[in-house]
């Protein structure tokens, strides 16, 4: 009873002045960026007016209540929505108030998704959302690392190798063979 009241208070006060240290760091260069950064194209604006005559027509006490949306989303994009180190869903989670949470991975091999979840008051369930969607599209537009599946050719890597050790032999005067003297002659040993 009472004992937990307070550590929730207490619990409250902390991720309070952490929010604010990370508030700090954000405009320093270390995480994401403020929503300060973007500007809403102007043929969004009446979207978000109508956005908010309809959340202010809500009874006050709803918008405060937990509301869950969800998404699925191909799994090969979710490190990016997660961030290095998890900063990106930290950032989310701390600046929104929300749970953010990846399911594990459905949908056969051919199309593997994963579900994310977000739990909070409505409003801020929206904004996590968007955060995550933003996040979402600038992974998209971003160049990312070859497929696993287009590995090399080891042998014409090979024929390439034998190629420019034959350039170098060639360069150094060694002759035309392809084959040197070797080691015949020039280590330690028994003669023989």
Known sequence: GRDDARGGRGER???????????????SGHGERSDA???LPPSQEPL???????????PERSLHLDYVITCDLPTSKVSALIGKRG????????GTGTQVHFDEASGGADNPMQQMSIKGPLTQVYRAHALMMRRYHES??????APADAAPDVTSLQHHIADLQKQLEMARGAPKGGKGK??????KGKKG
Do not use: C, D, Q
Request: charged share 35%.
């Open 87 to 94: 900063e990106h869903i930290t950032f989310v989670r701390k």
């Open 37 to 39: 950064a973007y500007t």
């Open 13 to 27: 006060r902390r991720t309070s002045s952490r929010r604010r240290r990370s508030r700090s760091r954000r405009g």
């Open 140 to 145: 998209e537009s971003a160049p990312g690392p």
């Open 48 to 58: 978000l007016m109508g956005l908010a005559r309809t959340l202010s027509a809500f």
């Open 182 to 187: 070797g080691k015949k002659g020039k280590g």
